[in-house]
């Protein structure tokens, strides 16, 4: 299998929840990011992780918690999420350095009841 | 702060017809920029990636252009297609590993 793999697509959990998302790339790439898309706003950078460390942490809530086993798996952990929290989570990987390009998985599709 | 906007919002074409999307920015100092395309409920396609020292790059019937100075980057479609139908974005590298993208202009082309 190749490119950029998330799971589950879709999600529905009550705010009690605890869920967790997956990502994982097959194209070797060394740094992987958490996007946030919600209707009709710009993508948003939640998380950034570069040779396993995260180097970025975008202001996001701390009811997201990424976690990144190796440079190919990328996980966001959920818990009590509020119902703005409800979009289109979608992962991407790169090969890090100021050429490469971003390479997008499907998303998972959010809906917090 | 940077800034990557994309105009129109949205846009409604024959099929046939050749077109142009804009992006614009409002800081130069970039290391490259990037066109998506993204199918409802889907994930983002990369199509053209354009490095800060290129003007240009092309694949089949898309042409992206980059002008740094005026901080702008247009998508050209040739011969429209209803399968082009589909929402375009455009991001913009700044910082190591930071994109920061426009909201995207969403096309449909009418058979």
């Known amino acids: 299998e190749t490119g950029v793999t998330q799971t589950p697509r879709h999600l529905v959990m009550g705010m009690t929840n605890k869920k967790s998302l997956k990502c994982e790339q097959h194209?070797?790439?060394?740094?992987m990011y958490w996007y946030k898309q919600s209707a009709k706003k710009p993508l948003e950078l939640m998380f950034v992780?570069?040779?396993?460390?995260?180097?970025e942490n975008n202001s996001v809530p701390s009811r997201f918690s990424p976690e990144c086993p190796n440079s190919s798996h990328l996980f966001l952990h959920l818990h009590t999420l509020q119902p703005e929290d409800s979009a289109l989570y979608l992962c991407?990987?790169?090969?890090?350095?100021?050429?490469?390009?971003?390479?997008f998985g499907n998303g998972t599709r959010l809906t917090v009841t | 702060k940077q800034e990557v906007t994309q105009i129109p919002a949205a846009l409604s074409v024959p099929e046939g017809e050749n077109l142009v999307l804009n992006c614009s920015f409002t800081?130069?100092?970039?290391?490259?920029l990037q066109w998506f395309r993204q199918d409802p409920g889907k994930g983002l396609t990369s199509l053209l990636l354009?490095?800060?020292?290129?003007r240009e790059q092309t694949s089949g019937r898309l042409n992206a252009s980059l002008d740094k100075s005026s901080g702008r980057s247009t998508l050209y479609i040739a011969a429209s297609q209803p399968g082009d139908s589909a929402t375009y974005l455009c991001?913009?590298?700044?910082?190591?590993?930071?994109?920061?993208f426009g909201s995207g202009t969403k096309l449909n082309v009418k058979p």
């Open positions: 991407a990987s790169s090969q890090e350095g100021y050429r490469a390009p971003l390479h």
């Open positions: 194209l070797g790439h060394n740094a």
């Open positions: 992780y570069s040779l396993e460390e995260r180097v």
């Open positions: 800081d130069s100092a970039i290391y490259n």
């Open positions: 354009i490095q800060s020292s290129q």
């Open positions: 991001a913009v590298l700044y910082n190591f590993n930071k994109f920061y």
